[in-house]
């Protein structure tokens, strides 16, 4: 999926969304895998000081880190790569 497809994807709404699309979209904006700890995947951004942790729960996002993915991306402006 093209990348600003994923973004309107995931700002039309939050649920129904999958983990690979997620981690795809986090990638897109400058997140990079830190590590893994269970089902916690977690993200880190060169110029953020917040952790990114997403869930893969049956192959599905919490919405409600969703949604934290995207206040991420517009509190510190961040921009496609």
């Not at 830190?34 to 916690?40: K, Y």
């Not at 993200?43 to 000081?49: E, S, T």
């Not at 893969?56 to 510190?76: C, D, F, S, W």
């Amino acid at each position: 999926m093209k990348k600003q497809k994923l973004v309107q994807k995931l700002l039309s709404g939050t649920q129904n969304i999958r983990f690979s699309e997620v981690v795809a979209c986090a990638k897109t904006f400058g997140f990079k895998l830190d590590r893994i700890n269970g089902s916690h995947h977690v993200f880190v951004h060169p110029d953020i000081p917040e952790l990114l942790n997403l869930q893969n729960v049956k192959g599905k996002a919490k919405p409600y880190q969703v949604r934290q993915l995207l206040q991420l991306i517009e509190t510190h402006s961040l921009r496609l790569e």
